[in-house]
């Protein structure tokens, strides 16, 4: 049987974790929210803990099949257009962030936002992690040979796991080696201040020394991605890549008795655990969506899937219009979009976990018809 060159179960994957990210970060309410819907506080694991390394990924499955174009060597052409997409993201991200400032200092005459610009800019965010993890993980595949690959994916897994055993890289405090470093590099003002056991700290989840394992975490989805490629049969896909998920969840599920689980951390037990699962999940989808014929039931996902960045990017944008935008106030509380549209769920659901899971959804369906409408006139924007 012939296979087809494009896996449609690869886009739909892709397709899930965007409509999944937009899903989590995007509720009625962040006081009443379903357990699977939180993040894990520190140390631990939820389902929200999943989408965005699913996401980083399958941009590595992608980028074997987009560097295989360049036959994997360091051309001109190649280095242009891997700084581009670097610089494309960190601005975006960047941009999201004025644009908010902008907007919220509409109502807020004091706000200073031409001096705030630079000022209170996060430097690092899910944009800009993707930019480094996108340029440094491109930069490994063309640099060494792909049967080095397993080893310097296991070698930064090894170091990073002794830069937190040595570091404080488990507890949460301001000893911890990622918030030190963060501190020193990028200064107080320009990261993003995590909560946990009733504290605030600046500590970065997208800070740099964390962004060391995400490099691997995005070159086993390169392999991954190799592994598709080389294997022409859907069958005997499925078999490789769901034994190397098993044996990398296994592994990762028994080292986090030492190396404690964590996405906010990024930990090495981390990446195992998450690569594992996605691999599991990629292969399972092969064989319902490829194999097996089952299509209909994910045409929802393919628009978020072939448009990946540009759909969350509009969610992102949305979402910030929707918190910012003022219709009116009520006494002290401005009406905006986002409590409308809430309002109206928790008239419907006595329950406010409920109605703050019903604005998600409410919420990721209309950023949907962006992406479908796109989808339709098979219009792909490339970011």
Known sequence: MKESKRLLAVDILRGITIAGMLLVNNPGS???????????????????DLVFPFF????????????RKFNFKPTRALMVKVVRRTVVLFLIGWAVQWFGMWLRGLYNPESHFFERMFGDLRILGVFQRLALVYFFGSMCAVLFKQRFIPWLIGLILVVYAIILGTGSGYEFSLHNILSRVDLAVLGDEHMYHESAFGEKLALDPEGILST????????IGFMVGKCLTEIHDNRDRIVQIAIWGSVMLLVGWLLQYGIPCSKKAWTSSYVLITCGMASCCLAMLIYFIDVRGHKRWCRFFQAFGVNPLFCYLVGTVLAIAFGAIRFG???????????????????????????????????????WCFGYALYKKKIYIKI
Do not use: Q, R
């Open 329 to 367: 106030m009520d006494g002290d509380t401005p009406i905006t979009l986002h409590t409308l549209i809430h309002d109206a769920c928790k008239a419907v659901f006595v329950v406010d976990e409920a109605a703050s899971l019903a604005y998600a959804i409410i919420f990721v369906l209309i950023t």
């Open 56 to 67: 980083v990924f399958v941009m590595g499955v992608s980028m074997f099949f987009s560097l």
């Open 30 to 48: 962040w006081s009443h929210l379903y357990a699977p819907l939180k993040h894990a506080e520190w140390i631990g694991l939820t389902p929200t």
């Open 212 to 219: 060391l394992p995400c490099i691997a975490h995005v070159l």
